[in-house]
């Protein structure tokens, strides 16, 4: 299975946002400072995301994104959806026309992983990745380089 860059990075922003959104508005470029995600594929990202509901912006300054919904309302399948990105392991995407317009003799098995991994997506919320140890720590740790590289340019000034 691969899960394109596309749903890779908005689980990954939205799973940023869920961590610092609590204080108030996270800044596309906050995240995509945090996260090594390009600002303009962000800013697409986030544009199907708050058409979906996902995020909620502020406008001016000190504005930024929230999530849409409670941490625990929004699960990984729903953030993947809204990017429309989906894993499909059929070869027809779906379509039934697996080999010379015919379903294949695998078809019903390749389906039937796709339909488990959708399943297992949307019983993973933001709220169940973000009380995760290693999550929070590799929060902490971010927060902390950030923290020294602004401290290192104070002292550079």
Same mark, same amino acid.
């Given at each position: 299975?691969?899960?394109?860059?596309?749903?890779?990075?908005?689980?990954?922003?939205? !799973?940023?946002?869920?961590?610092? /959104?609590?204080? $108030?508005?996270?800044? +596309?470029?906050?995240? @995509?400072?945090?996260?090594? #995600?390009?600002?303009?594929?962000?800013?697409?990202?986030?544009?199907?995301?708050?058409?979906?509901? !996902?995020?909620?912006?502020?406008? /001016?300054?000190? $504005?930024?994104?929230? +999530?849409?919904?409670? @941490?625990?309302?929004?699960? #990984?399948?729903?953030?993947?959806?809204?990017?429309?990105?989906?894993?499909?392991?059929?070869?027809?995407?779906?379509?039934?026309?697996?080999?010379?317009?015919?379903?294949?003799?695998?078809?019903?098995?390749?389906?039937?992983?796709?339909?488990?991994?959708?399943?297992?997506?949307?019983?993973?919320?933001?709220?169940?990745?973000?009380?995760?140890?290693?999550?929070?720590?590799?929060?902490?740790?971010?927060?902390?380089?950030?923290?020294?590289?602004?401290?290192?340019?104070?002292?550079?000034?």
């Amino acid at each position: 299975m691969r899960l394109s860059t596309k749903g890779r990075y908005a689980v990954t922003a939205m !799973l940023d946002l869920a961590l610092n /959104g609590t204080d $108030g508005p996270v800044t +596309l470029a906050d995240i @995509s400072e945090n996260q090594g #995600i390009s600002l303009s594929y962000l800013e697409q990202l986030f544009a199907a995301l708050r058409g979906k509901g !996902l995020v909620r912006g502020v406008r /001016g300054p000190g $504005g930024g994104y929230y +999530l849409g919904r409670e @941490s625990d309302e929004i699960s #990984i399948a729903d953030i993947i959806c809204a990017v429309d990105e989906w894993v499909e392991f059929t070869r027809c995407k779906g379509r039934q026309n697996c080999q010379d317009g015919q379903r294949c003799l695998t078809h019903n098995l390749w389906d039937d992983l796709s339909q488990q991994i959708f399943i297992f997506l949307s019983d993973i919320t933001l709220r169940d990745l973000v009380e995760r140890g290693e999550v929070r720590e590799a929060a902490r740790l971010e927060k902390k380089a950030a923290s020294q590289v602004v401290g290192l340019k104070e002292q550079a000034a």
